[in-house]
């Protein structure tokens, strides 16, 4: 079955760091990929998606992502963040031929002061 | 606009009741996704329609759990009989077209006693 792989569950920061969240993919013909953003007691939100095109994917509240086809990879990045940005991240990818959207496991990001 | 519109935020009930969870997607998309999180299990999808038809149910846990998408606005999850076990947060979604983002409700945080 097609997966997805966050190896970290939990990410600590201090506030202006850059951080990573990684996210690994099992390999398919086509992939479709998605990073989604949920803050406590909400729904999750899309930051960004890959579809087709540049491998480089820019996304809502300064956040962007890189689609690496020979290391099936799709790593969440932003050159700084904010307290704001405290929440759990799930990478999902559109499993083939089908609409259904497979989650990894998350990864809680906590930035601090 | 209005986002994906879930009822009611809350539900706390005693086993054996039965349990009707309510979605109103976005006007104009065609996809419905029913999602069910845990902390054990993450992120699992239930069932989804297309033009208000059940696609893939294939992640229904099992008889108790129904669902309907009676017209293009609106879709229900019932649970009957309920069991502490159904525990957790259903999130509805909702996409326009294939292979584009889903976007989700709030959800409804379930506790069954």
């Known amino acids: 079955a097609q997966s997805v792989t966050q190896l970290d569950s939990q990410v600590p920061v201090f506030e202006e760091a850059p951080v990573e969240l990684r996210c690994n993919y099992s390999?398919?013909?086509?992939?479709?990929l998605f990073w989604y953003v949920q803050y406590p007691n909400q729904g999750l939100q899309l930051l960004l998606k890959y579809l087709s095109g540049s491998t480089l994917v820019k996304g809502i509240n300064g956040f962007e992502a890189e689609f690496n086809k020979s290391q099936t990879s799709f790593h969440l990045r932003k050159p700084s963040v904010h307290i704001s940005d405290t929440a759990e991240y799930f990478c999902a990818r559109l499993q083939g031929g089908s609409e259904k959207l497979v989650f990894g496991k998350g990864t809680k990001l906590t930035v601090n002061p | 606009d209005a986002g994906v519109i879930q009822s009611p935020r809350h539900e706390v009930t005693e086993m054996g009741q039965e349990v009707t969870l309510r979605c109103k997607p976005i006007?104009?998309?065609?996809?419905l996704f029913w999602y069910r999180q845990t902390m054990m299990r993450g992120l699992e999808l239930l069932i989804y329609?297309?033009?208000?038809?059940?696609?893939?149910d294939s992640g229904m846990p099992e008889d108790r759990f129904s669902a309907k998408m009676p017209n293009a606005s609106f879709s229900t999850l019932k649970i009957q009989p309920s069991e502490p076990r159904d525990s957790a947060v259903y999130f509805c979604?909702?996409?326009?077209?294939?292979?584009?983002?889903?976007?989700f409700g709030d959800g409804t945080r379930l506790s069954i006693l």
């Open positions: 329609f297309n033009n208000n038809v059940p696609i893939d």
């Open positions: 390999s398919s013909v086509s992939v479709y």
């Open positions: 979604a909702s996409s326009m077209g294939r292979s584009q983002p889903q976007h």
């Open positions: 006007s104009g998309h065609d996809y």
